[in-house]
Structure formats: C-alpha cells, structure tokens
C-alpha cells in the first residue's frame, strides 16, 4: 500500500482561537410544558445565563414563539449581543408528540419495481394504516406501478389518484431504490407539480429491506408539513433577532443537524428530548461509560452510553421497526412525582401515575406550617384508575401529593442543591401519616415506597450492564432531569455503584443541545467488505455530516461491521464550527492526570503518561506492557478506557506497519483485537472492524495526507 504525505516541515495543524472575542452558545429544550435556554461560553463552556417559558403550543407561531422568546430573554439578562452568538440548537419534542397526537398529514404511497419482483415488492411497498396510539392512526393510500410502465404520464396519474383520495405528502418507494434514485425522484417532481411535500425512500437509508425502508418513509413524511411549518417559522424568527449562527435541530441519536435537514428528514429529531439530556452528560458532565437516567415527574428514560458515544438503535412507531436511529433507550412507569399505592394498610405500588396527572402539588414542596392535621386519604388520579392512590388532606382542606422525591426527603437521599430537594420536615409529617396506616413509622414507610420504586428500575440497569457487557467497577449511574434526586441515589445505594446528579439536571436538556456535536450515520449492506467498500463508506459518511453542519476539520468516523448481517454502519461526529480552545485554553497534564486519576481510583503519582499528542493524553497504571488506561482530551473529557490494553506510539509513515503488529499482539493475547488510533485532534475508532486489513483501509483514509512523521498512538486492548 503505497501513501502520499504531504510536506509539512515548519508547518502545524493548528485550529484558529477566537481569542478574546467574546463568543456563546444557545441551547433551547422544547418540552411539553416549558421551553428552556441555557447560554454557554463557546471557550470556558460555562453557563452564563438560564430563561424559561411556558411552552408556546397554542400561538399562532407555535412553539416558535416560545423559542424566540426565551433566547430573546436569555441575551438581554445577560447582557449579549445577537451576533456574539456563534451556535444555536434545539431539542423537540413535536415529531415525537406529533406521532403519538396522530397529528399527521395522509400519505400517498407510490410503489415501483421492475417486473421481475413485481409480485413480491408491491406487498412490501403497500403501507396499511399505522395505529400511533389506540384510536389514533396514519391514514396511507397506495399506487404500484411497474417499472417498465411507469413513465411520467403514469406516475403523475398515480399522483393525481392519490391526491383525490386525500393523500397530502407523498412517498416513493422503488425496489432496488438506494442503487437507482431516478425513478423515486421522477415521483418527487411529480409531487411537486402538484403543490406535495414528498419523501423518497432512499433519502432516509440507503440499507435494503423494502418494507421498513418504506414504511419510515411514511412516518417520516407524515410530519413533514408540521415540521416544515415549525422549521420556516423558527428560522425567520431566529434571523429576525439578528443571529447569524447556525439554527440547529437536535437528533434522536445524540446529534445535532441543521435546520435544512429538519426539513427533509424530521423523523430523525424522535426523542429529541431525551437525546439532548445524553449530549449535556457526554459535553458538560464529561461522562464517558455510565447508565444514564432521565428523571421526569411521569416517566424515566434509561440507557447508556459507552466509550463516550451513546448506544443507539432502530426506533419503533406504533409496534414497527423503522431505520430512524435513535437511543436506545427504556422507558419506565417510575419518576419524581410517582403517586403511592395503599390498600388495607400495605403498600401496593408506586405509580405509574403521578402528581403531575393528578394536578397535586408535592408534599415535599411544601411549607410546613401548610401540613395541619393531615390525614390519609384514597382516590383516583383520572377516571377508569383504581381508587387505592393515597394523599394527604390537611385540615383546611388542601391535598397533598405523597410521591418518590418525598420519600427521598424523608429518607435523606436528597442534598441541598438538587432539584428533588424540598422541604424534609413537610415531607416527614406527611409519611408519618402514611406510616400510621400501614404500621409504621414514616422513615420506614419512606424506604419501603424507594425499594418498591427501585425494585422497577434495577432489573433495568442490570439487563442493560449484561446486554452492553459492561464492566461493573467502572459503571457509574448518572442522573439528569429535575426529579433524578429521587431515584437515582437510591437505586445507586441499593446496587453498591457510583452516580453523580447532573449538574443543572433541571436544564441539563439545554445544556445538551448547546454543546451538542453534528452527527449522522450511513449504513449499508456489503456481503464481505472490501478494503476500497469501507474508504467508500468513511468518504460518504464524512461528506453526508458535513452537509448537516459540520466543519470538515472537526469529523471522525467510527466504522462498525457486522460479519453475520454484512451490513456496514459508518457514524461521523464534527462540530458546527471549529474547536476553539487554543493551547491556553486546554487543560494542563495536572488536571488530565487528576481526571484519569479520579477515573482509574488510582493516586496521581501511581500513574505513568503512556503517550501523548496534541489532542490527547493517555494514561495507565503501568510504566510498560498491559495496564488499565484512560485517554483525556484537551477538553478534560475520558475519550476511552480500557481494563487491559497495550499502547504504541508510532507516525503517520510507519502506521501501516505498527497497526498491524499491534493487531497481532492483542488477537494472540485473546484480546478483541480492535484499535483506537488517535492523532492531533481526532480519535479513530477502529473496534468495530472484522479484521486487519479492513482495519488498515480505514486507518490509511485517516492519515492520508498527514506528512509522514506525523506523532500518532494506537490502543488495542488484549483480553481481560
């Protein structure tokens, strides 16, 4: 394998510092009730500001007017100039709602294959209604043509058929589509001829599996005109106010794209919320491997992230599969406001409804004073509920909600600090009026209702560590959301693990969509990859998360494949703009040693720095040979760890040779064999490849035109 390297002599791959220009970032979180802005510094990543509003569903500009409005009030506060803004993202939850509302446009499907597969294709192209929710459904109407036949005169009748049934958007779907748009395009501009937004299967995914391929066209297409409206409505508004940054939309993946990719493909911002709160541990927590949780008042989002990316999956509508990425995620009945349960003088259960549903204020958020004489009472939060959900009513009257964060209160698992904090004494005078009824005292009654909570959330944890192989020395819990405080310290407590409480965890949604970094995926089916398949596939994915954003300079790719499947998924990460920490503004060798220290629970001075280049440092716990290591970036972020990894510095020229070596060394030492190589700024994931030579495809695209003495490090681990 023969490489160019460019000369470099006297020269350095340096990225430009905006100095002390002053620069900030915006995030917004749009939630069912209030829509959230943080304001970030673009060097430090500090927070400098916070704003909330209700959630502007019913204006006439929808819930763009809330955004406007809260980035508007988050500037003036803090005293910032419009064009000091250098990024502005958002997270959504209107796809998600939009689907869940039945809130969707009809779509109008038209399928096409050649003769050949004719039989077998139109049953995969013909979409019957989706059911979102019972009683809610897409409605669908379908056309086939075939290929042979389908000039423009047949595919602009089958248009107009469609739009005489009611059909609003459109849908393409062509057998064998990702490898020939022309006909899917020919029905787009038909579409558009006749006043339709239109989605085209192979602009979603270029995998084969014509069904799934296009029945997440379908969905996806179904919420194009409401987002498309959302999208047009923010973006003027957003210019209106003088910022020139980029508007932002966040994935359900973990990512960000811009607002022009909202436009075509809006079904990728499902579980936008969630994603966002994942970004703000990634960025502002800095967690690297942990079990995240999203505490919300109703529901908890569980799922993980490992190796500093989180683990991501096909997301399901109504019971079907979809090629929409997003998180991986469990949602649970449990949360912050879980009412109690009592029948006969013992506990039943803990939710799943909540205060929230209930319209009950928390008793924990209560003054004390305000609990006079309370006594238990039964009810039901809605109609059709079991009448065993118990409050607390005082003696003027007032009812007060018993929930999961009050228990905590009483039970001491909440701090000074955190949202889940409220009043203990209040708390504690409503559970002992709780634990009278079920024969005990209200501490007692308190813990009883954490471990019928926790009793929910553990096998969750534990399924999750076992599906992901996590090691459990270094599995840390992390909670983010307002009501993290009631369920995480204790779960954390009952399993012996480590967890942190988010800092900001009521505004960590903000925070993630600020910090957030450009992201896509490009997936497709290569029986046997080839060295030149896999460059393709790096080249495409590249390219694809440049068009969503971000800067060239900033984009790594991990490439993952699946030897069973043959499919080959290439996910790229950049930023929006460049990286502007300089070196005054990276962190010293003290605080990435302190950080691998914390992270190893190892002193700093039993720590050897291993390797070094500009970007990154790597640490172990052994001067030579096999050790645990942790690799810190200039940021302060744990890019990886390894239990039992070998390290290798080597340059751009002799990569090939040492990459191969070390390959070898970690197979014969029943390791995955899999490397990291890292240069300047960018860290190359090479785990998921099947083998060497795929291996050195790909890492020989990485250093292509680095001059040959260009410092690298490569990590491999080998076994445990």
């Not at 500037?75 to 990024?87: A, C, D, H, K, M």
């Not at 600090?417 to 024969?439: E, I, K, S, T």
């Amino acid at each position: 394998m023969v490489r160019a390297f460019r000369d470099c002599s006297g020269s350095r791959n340096m990225v430009p510092a905006y100095g002390r220009q002053r620069a900030y970032r915006i995030g917004i979180d749009v939630g069912g009730t209030f829509t959230k802005a943080v304001l970030v510094d673009h060097v430090s990543r500090e927070i400098v500001g916070r704003y909330s509003v209700l959630t502007t569903h019913e204006h006439q500009r929808g819930v763009a007017a809330g955004v406007v409005h809260v980035f508007e009030q988050v500037l003036e506060q803090s005293g910032v100039r419009p064009e000091e803004i250098v990024f502005l993202a958002h997270s959504t939850t209107q796809a998600t709602n939009a689907l869940l509302e039945g809130d969707v446009a009809p779509v109008g499907i038209v399928g096409i294959a050649g003769a050949a597969a004719a039989k077998l294709a139109e049953a995969q192209v013909r979409i019957d209604p989706i059911e979102l929710a019972p009683g809610r459904f897409l409605p669908t109407h379908n056309r086939f043509l075939v290929a042979e036949e389908a000039d423009e005169a047949a595919i602009r009748q089958a248009v107009a058929a469609l739009v005489g049934e009611g059909a609003e958007v459109l849908v393409a779907s062509a057998a064998f589509g990702v490898d020939n748009t022309t006909s899917e395009e020919t029905v787009r501009e038909s579409g558009r001829e006749a006043g339709l937004l239109a989605t085209c299967g192979h602009e979603i995914t270029r995998l084969y599996g014509l069904q799934t391929r296009t029945r997440t066209a379908v969905i996806n297409a179904s919420i194009l005109p409401k987002m498309n409206a959302t999208a047009t409505m923010t973006e003027t508004a957003v210019r209106e106010a003088g910022i020139k940054a980029p508007v932002m939309i966040m994935r359900g993946d973990g990512g960000v794209m811009d607002i022009a990719e909202m436009r075509r493909r809006p079904a990728m911002t499902m579980l936008s919320g969630p994603a966002a709160s994942v970004a703000g541990a990634l960025m502002h927590l800095k967690v690297t491997d942990g079990i995240y949780f999203e505490v919300g008042g109703t529901s908890t989002n569980v799922g993980v992230i490992r190796n500093g990316r989180p683990t991501v999956a096909y997301a399901h509508v109504g019971g079907h599969e979809t090629y929409v990425n997003s998180l991986d995620v469990r949602v649970l009945g449990i949360a912050g406001g879980s009412l109690i349960r009592v029948r006969d003088g013992d506990l039943v259960d803990v939710g799943p409804r909540s205060a929230h549903i209930a319209g009950l204020p928390y008793a924990a958020f209560a003054e004390s004073e305000d609990i006079l004489c309370p006594r238990l009472v039964s009810f039901r939060p809605r109609e059709g509920d079991t009448d065993d959900y118990v409050a607390i009513e005082t003696s003027d009257g007032r009812r007060f909600a018993l929930t999961t964060t009050c228990a905590a209160n009483v039970a001491g698992y909440t701090q000074a600090g955190m949202h889940a904090y409220g009043n203990p004494l209040a708390a504690r005078a409503a559970f002992d009026c709780l634990g009278a009824v079920m024969g005990c005292d209200g501490q007692t009654a308190a813990r009883s209702v954490l471990e019928c909570a926790a009793g929910k959330v553990i096998p969750v944890v534990e399924g999750l560590a076992r599906h992901y192989h996590l090691e459990r020395e270094d599995l840390k819990l992390v909670g983010e959301g307002g009501g993290a405080g009631a369920l995480v310290p204790f779960v954390a407590g009952t399993m012996g693990l480590e967890h942190e409480i988010s800092r900001d965890a009521e505004v960590i949604s903000s925070i993630g969509a600020a910090l957030a970094l450009v992201r896509d995926v490009v997936e497709r089916v290569v029986p046997n990859p080839q060295p030149e398949d896999l460059k393709a596939i790096r080249e495409e994915a590249i390219a694809a998360v440049v068009r969503l954003g971000a800067q060239p300079e900033t984009v790594d790719v991990a490439i993952d494949v699946d030897t069973t499947t043959g499919r080959v998924r290439a996910t790229a990460i950049g930023s929006a703009e460049l990286n502007v920490r300089d070196e005054a503004g990276a962190i010293s060798e003290v605080e990435a040693r302190a950080i691998a220290s914390q992270s190893l629970h190892v002193a700093a001075n039993q720590l050897t720095l291993r390797a070094q280049v500009d970007g990154f440092r790597v640490y172990s716990d052994r001067e030579d040979g096999p050790g645990r290591l942790r690799v810190i970036d200039q940021t302060g972020l744990t890019r990886l760890q390894r239990r039992n990894a070998i390290v290798k510095t080597t340059t751009a020229g002799a990569m090939s040779r040492d990459l191969e070596a070390l390959w070898a060394e970690a197979a014969a030492g029943d390791g995955n064999a899999g490397a990291v190589l890292m240069h300047g700024l960018h860290l190359a994931d090479l785990t998921g490849l099947g083998d060497v030579e795929q291996a050195l495809a790909v890492a020989d695209s990485e250093v292509s035109g680095l001059c040959g003495d260009t410092p690298l490090i490569l990590v491999a681990s080998v076994g445990t």
